[in-house]
């Protein structure tokens, strides 16, 4: 008996798979610029999860709707969640920060499981891609960017470390410990030509429709070949 294909059925996320193994997920909450809430980075590990046990996918392009890939973690909701409480002086502090860790460690694993998944994840950022945008982008495989699309690790300028994937895969994927450095220390804004020039983009494209266009072509490139092959070439 076959098992029953995995429901994509999200709140903030639409996703259609295509008959030749590309699914694309985009990130739909443009009335607040794709910012990230609880309910936005829960579905995204949950969609990605299920995306590594589909085996009708074999690559995957991420992008986002409207004027933006995202404006960063929602700061509205964050002031009322866990991350915004103000602590219960009553309660004892080592207690309070051992379940806050356990939720930072659930938002670090929503977002891994972009890098975690077997597929290829081909990302097309457009405008701006702000705070845990740098997260979700540098977790693909694959970066390509419309020519308008900039890049900012904001966190400091809240008061925050980048701590959900930034400060630990950016090295990596630039090779430039010193570029790192300055994005993250400074929260400067990086365009699309710089970004490209230090290795963060493979490709930049004219606008948003053409980075689609070619996330999507290259994601069928990939499908077309060897599952076993591509899955060993990820992650050994």
């Given at each position: 008996?076959t098992a029953?294909?995995p429901s994509?059925?999200?709140?903030?996320?639409?996703v259609?798979?295509a008959a030749d193994?590309?699914?694309?997920?985009?990130?739909n909450?443009?009335?607040a610029?794709?910012?990230?809430?609880?309910?936005?980075?829960?579905?995204?590990?949950?969609?990605?999860?299920?995306?590594k046990?589909d085996?009708r996918?074999?690559?995957?392009?991420?992008?986002?709707?409207?004027?933006?890939?995202t404006?960063?973690l929602?700061l509205?909701e964050a002031?009322t969640?866990?991350?915004?409480?103000r602590?219960d002086?009553d309660?004892?502090?080592?207690r309070?920060?051992?379940y806050?860790r356990?939720f930072i460690?659930?938002?670090q694993?929503a977002?891994?499981?972009?890098?975690a998944?077997?597929?290829?994840?081909?990302?097309a950022v457009?405008?701006g891609c702000?705070?845990i945008g740098?997260?979700?982008?540098?977790?693909?495989?694959?970066?390509f960017?419309?020519?308008d699309?900039?890049?900012?690790?904001?966190?400091v300028?809240?008061?925050m470390?980048?701590?959900i994937?930034?400060?630990?895969r950016?090295?990596?994927?630039?090779g430039n410990?010193?570029?790192v450095?300055?994005v993250c220390y400074t929260?400067r804004?990086?365009?699309a030509?710089?970004?490209h020039?230090?290795?963060?983009?493979?490709?930049?494209?004219?606008?948003k429709?053409?980075a689609?266009d070619?996330?999507v072509?290259?994601a069928r490139?990939i499908?077309?070949?060897?599952?076993?092959?591509v899955?060993s070439?990820?992650?050994?």
């Amino acid at each position: 008996m076959t098992a029953a294909a995995p429901s994509y059925e999200f709140k903030v996320l639409k996703v259609d798979i295509a008959a030749d193994g590309v699914a694309h997920v985009v990130v739909n909450r443009p009335e607040a610029l794709n910012a990230y809430s609880t309910q936005t980075w829960t579905e995204i590990g949950q969609c990605f999860g299920q995306i590594k046990r589909d085996g009708r996918v074999r690559s995957v392009v991420l992008s986002a709707a409207g004027r933006m890939f995202t404006a960063g973690l929602d700061l509205k909701e964050a002031l009322t969640g866990p991350l915004g409480k103000r602590p219960d002086p009553d309660a004892d502090a080592a207690r309070r920060g051992y379940y806050h860790r356990l939720f930072i460690l659930e938002f670090q694993d929503a977002i891994s499981a972009i890098e975690a998944c077997d597929k290829p994840v081909v990302v097309a950022v457009h405008g701006g891609c702000l705070g845990i945008g740098i997260d979700v982008i540098s977790a693909c495989d694959v970066r390509f960017a419309s020519e308008d699309a900039y890049f900012m690790v904001k966190e400091v300028d809240i008061g925050m470390a980048a701590d959900i994937g930034t400060l630990q895969r950016l090295p990596k994927v630039v090779g430039n410990d010193s570029w790192v450095r300055d994005v993250c220390y400074t929260a400067r804004r990086v365009s699309a030509k710089e970004a490209h020039c230090v290795g963060l983009l493979s490709r930049v494209l004219p606008s948003k429709e053409a980075a689609v266009d070619a996330a999507v072509e290259t994601a069928r490139a990939i499908a077309a070949k060897s599952p076993v092959a591509v899955v060993s070439t990820k992650h050994l």
